[in-house]
């Protein structure tokens, strides 16, 4: 596996992973300012991908505002789920555009979601060294989200 920037190439397998994930986190897949969102970062060299020759396996959107960090979106496509795909393009993320001192936040399921445990993404973050804080807006498909963060130095 490696994890690189994103190239303007990868948009169609940006949508696939999207669609992986609708069902927690609503429609992007058609949604022009998802689209929108991954072409900027892709134009800003924000977005990384995790790829093992010709499989996309995760994709991560990130926003670099220090001394406040933001994953604006993270996904592991199903079959590589458990395979260490997430924490590779955190840690590419941090080592690329962490300076420290400050935060990283992401904003996931909050405890009462469905996705919150079939996703494993609140487990994810707790192993990389985030804690749960404040709950915000509810996600489009109206489920529960809440902020996690994590310091850094």
């Keep these: 596996m490696i994890v690189r920037l994103a190239r303007k190439q990868d948009f169609p397998a940006f949508l696939g992973l999207a669609a992986q994930v609708e069902h927690w986190f609503g429609p992007m897949v058609e949604d022009p300012g998802f689209h929108g969102a991954v ?15 010709s499989d996309l396996l995760g994709a991560l959107l990130f926003g670099a505002k220090p001394p406040v960090y933001h994953v604006h ?11 260490g795909v997430g924490g590779a393009l955190m840690a590419d993320a ?28 609140r487990a ?13 807006d509810p996600g489009p498909e109206g489920g529960s989200r809440q902020v996690y963060r994590r310091s850094v130095i």
Excluded: C, M, N
Aim: no cysteine; proline share 4%.
């Design 124 to 136: 994810f973050y707790e192993r990389l060294g985030f804690t749960p804080a404040e709950a915000t």
């Design 94 to 121: 941090v080592r690329r555009f962490v300076l420290g001192p400050g935060s990283i936040e992401v904003v996931t399921f909050g405890a009462d979601h469905p996705g919150a445990v079939a996703s494993g993404a």
């Design 73 to 83: 979106w993270l996904v592991v496509s199903e079959k590589a789920r458990g395979q």
């Design 39 to 53: 072409d900027q970062h892709i134009r800003r060299s924000t977005a990384l991908v995790a790829v093992s020759g």
